[in-house]
């Protein structure tokens, strides 16, 4: 069975230049989350969503932030316009149910990198 | 005060030893307690989740006070294989995942 896949594994942009990141879950899993670790800081969660509902977006640091699922399957997380303290690992993590012992499987980030 | 907080480390222990790190959470209300193990570069993998009773698997025991508000995990017989970083994290009811900032752990020759 795939794991969670993200793409790109890459990106470097220039600040105030537009990227838009795509998680695809594990196919069945309807919670998809997205986390994100900036250089010397922990993983910290930015949003949570159940099939194409927002559950929590709570960790979502501004409006310069976009996530969507449309259609409950693959997710993306917009960051337009870039600034030099979006860089970092962005993580997706999905799982199939929201009992708080579900495991969550985390899909490999995406490195961005603004300069 | 960070959410979760974790011993630094670096930890550098020769293989065949046992190495212990602790953690401890401030929200009263967590539900859930994990250890995952991150690699260098990779994403984060569960290792194991942690209860009151305390769980053991194979060479890796995990503990959890919730009165006190403290996970620990404890790795017997260190092996090449364990170097990696070790992230506490705890979770609330709807599957938010709250890290600690990861304890490295080197096992050398």
């Known amino acids: 069975e795939a794991g969670v896949t993200q793409f790109p594994s890459h990106s470097v942009i220039e600040k105030g230049q537009t990227v838009t990141l795509r998680c695809d879950p594990i196919s069945g899993h309807d919670n998809l989350y997205w986390y994100r670790r900036v250089m010397g800081k922990e993983i910290k969660f930015l949003l949570h969503?159940?099939?194409?509902?927002?559950?929590?977006e709570s960790g979502m640091p501004n409006n310069r932030f976009l996530a969507e699922r449309t259609g409950g399957t693959y997710s993306t997380l917009k960051v337009q316009p870039a600034e030099l303290e979006d860089s970092g690992v962005y993580f997706c993590?999905?799982?199939?149910?929201?009992?708080?012992?579900?495991?969550?499987?985390f899909g490999p980030g995406t490195r961005l990198l603004v300069l | 005060r960070k959410e979760v907080e974790q011993d630094p480390g670096p930890f550098n222990v020769p293989e065949g030893a046992t190495v212990a790190f602790n953690c401890t959470y401030s929200n009263s209300a967590s539900q859930s307690f994990f250890w995952y193990r991150q690699d260098c570069r990779k994403e984060p993998k569960l290792l194991m989740s942690v209860y009151s009773s305390g769980n053991e698997d194979g060479r890796f025991t995990a503990q959890l006070n919730r009165a006190s508000q403290y996970i620990s995990l404890l790795i017997r017989d260190s092996k090449l294989s364990d170097s990696a970083t070790y992230l506490c994290v705890v979770g609330t009811s709807y599957g938010k995942l709250t890290f600690g900032q990861g304890t490295i752990l080197t096992v050398h020759p």
């Open positions: 993590a999905s799982s199939q149910g929201t009992t708080y012992q579900e495991t969550q499987y």
């Open positions: 969503f159940v099939k194409e509902s927002k559950q929590d």
